[in-house]
């Protein structure tokens, strides 16, 4: 009678909890995310934002991250009450970057510290039980999981890293090309040879991906419930109060926002504006930092766009905040970008885009919200965005309207929304 009445109560209790669950209760939620960091962008930033909003909606979530947030997440918390977040940092081996240089120095580094975050989470799960798993950073399709052996729903993603620069515009990289072309061969072409990410792929719930480039990846490796997710999301008071009204001037203003590296390209919307008619009267302002800025005006001078171009550096946020409400056209020539954090800005200012149509821009962007350049060749890069500059220039009712239909796609981007609809990819991979 005893075991009876117990195998009852069990009964009953697991039909409470389901119930529960489909009731939209809470869930406990692991997060993996090596890099979380409040008041931060790219990564870090991500980390923070999915972390506070999935808590926000009343879950439980436990976050493995490593020790360089600490200090950061430790001083918000003392000023924020976030009673349903749970801090669990995981020791990396950053010194190892003393020995290995460069990206393959951080990856170890990155590797390591998963094996240790997949130890502590055994030992979590014992404890907690969680409903589900979810890795969150790095993004990095390649970089894959341990955590799929703690043998509950688990989502992977969002990922990119499955984007490739097309080799026809090798020189925009300059002696960086080899690095790319091998990244490109291991990371993308021979990814299937990674026993962790087969294993994450093939034992993922589901596989968020950030571009077509790696859905197509993980398809070819046997992955499940596969889908597009977009990788950034911007918070409620990021935005104008009201869509900015922009007066039909004379002339146009450009903005290119981003890092100055070689996959940015910066260069190619520097021959593009060298190739608009010079009756148009246009003006790019360029805003960024990074390993080229030593670069930049070399490159004005080369390209005879002296009179046409003001590079203004690395700006403090509302400088930049400036720029796009003050701008008429927003420029993206990245060569490999998992979307780009900053076209979802530039939206967000009613900023109609011009970008490259590939990877996660070509997936996400809404065809009425600027323009895709088709990407075969430099020439044919740079003339066609040329062309696309000479349009808006012609066309300020145009703009307004692609304006207007960025703004309303990036409304749909809160971190508010992407909890949500979050919250709908776990329910969905309960095996209730």
Same mark, same amino acid.
């Given at each position: ?5 117990? *195998?009852?109560?069990?009964? @009953? ?40 909003? *999935?808590?926000?909606?009343?879950? +439980?979530? &436990? ?5 360089? /947030? ?16 749970? @801090? ?18 951080? @990856? ?30 790095? /993004? ?11 043998? %509950? ?20 990289? /300059? ?17 299937? &040879? ?19 480039d790696t859905l197509a990846i993980a398809r070819r490796m046997g992955g499940k419930n596969l889908s597009l997710f977009l990788d950034t999301s911007l918070p409620h008071d990021f935005f104008p109060d009201n869509l900015p009204q922009r007066k039909a001037d004379t002339s146009l203003k450009l903005l290119w926002v981003g890092r100055l590296m070689p996959r940015k390209a910066l260069q190619i919307a520097l021959e593009a504006v060298a190739k608009v008619n010079p009756e148009h009267p ?38 930049? %905040? ?28 009613? *900023? ?26 430099? +020439? ?17 009712? +145009? ?15 809160? &971190?508010?929304? @992407? ?14």
């Amino acid at each position: 009678m005893k075991m009876r009445a117990c *195998l009852y109560q069990r009964l @009953f209790d697991f039909l409470k909890k389901t119930k529960d669950r489909r009731a939209g209760k809470a869930m406990k939620i692991l997060l993996s995310a090596f890099a979380c960091e409040p008041d931060r962008g790219s990564e870090p930033g991500f980390g923070w934002n999915c972390a506070i909003e *999935l808590a926000r909606q009343g879950n +439980e979530v &436990w976050i493995l991250t490593r020790p360089e /947030g600490r200090r950061a997440i430790e001083e918000r918390l003392s000023r924020e009450s976030l009673p349903h977040l749970h @801090f669990v940092i995981v020791d990396d081996f950053p010194q190892i970057r003393k020995v290995i240089k460069g990206n393959s120095g951080y @990856f170890v580094n990155y590797f390591y510290w998963q094996y240790q975050a997949y130890r502590t989470a055994k030992r979590l799960e014992k404890e907690v039980s969680f409903d589900i798993i979810h890795h969150i950073t790095l /993004g990095s399709l390649q970089g894959g999981s341990w955590l799929w052996r703690l043998g %509950k729903p688990m989502v992977f993603g969002p990922v990119g890293g499955g984007q490739t620069a097309p080799e026809a515009f090798k020189q925009y990289f /300059g002696r960086e090309w080899r690095q790319e072309a091998a990244r490109s061969l291991f990371r993308c072409r021979m990814a299937a &040879w990674n026993p962790v990410l087969r294993g994450t792929i093939r034992h993922a719930s589901a596989t968020l991906a950030t571009n077509q480039d790696t859905l197509a990846i993980a398809r070819r490796m046997g992955g499940k419930n596969l889908s597009l997710f977009l990788d950034t999301s911007l918070p409620h008071d990021f935005f104008p109060d009201n869509l900015p009204q922009r007066k039909a001037d004379t002339s146009l203003k450009l903005l290119w926002v981003g890092r100055l590296m070689p996959r940015k390209a910066l260069q190619i919307a520097l021959e593009a504006v060298a190739k608009v008619n010079p009756e148009h009267p246009i003006k790019l302002c360029i805003v960024g930092g990074g390993q080229l800025e030593g670069q930049v005006q070399k490159w004005i001078q080369q390209y005879e766009v002296e009179d046409r171009v003001e590079f203004h550096g690395q700006l403090p946020w509302e400088q930049v %905040k400036q720029h796009y409400l003050t701008s008429d056209v927003f420029l993206f020539t990245s060569l490999r970008d998992s979307f780009g954090a900053q076209v979802l800005e530039a939206m967000a200012y009613g *900023l109609p885009v011009i970008v490259l149509d590939h990877h996660g821009v070509r997936d996400f962007v809404p065809t009425t919200a600027g323009i895709k350049i088709p990407v075969t060749s430099p +020439e044919q890069v740079t003339s066609d965005m040329a062309a696309a500059i000479e349009a808006l220039y012609r066309q300020p009712e +145009e703009r307004a309207r692609m304006g207007c239909a960025g703004y309303d796609f990036a409304k749909e981007h809160t &971190w508010e929304s @992407f909890g949500k609809k979050m919250e709908h990819v776990y329910r969905e991979i309960q095996p209730w």
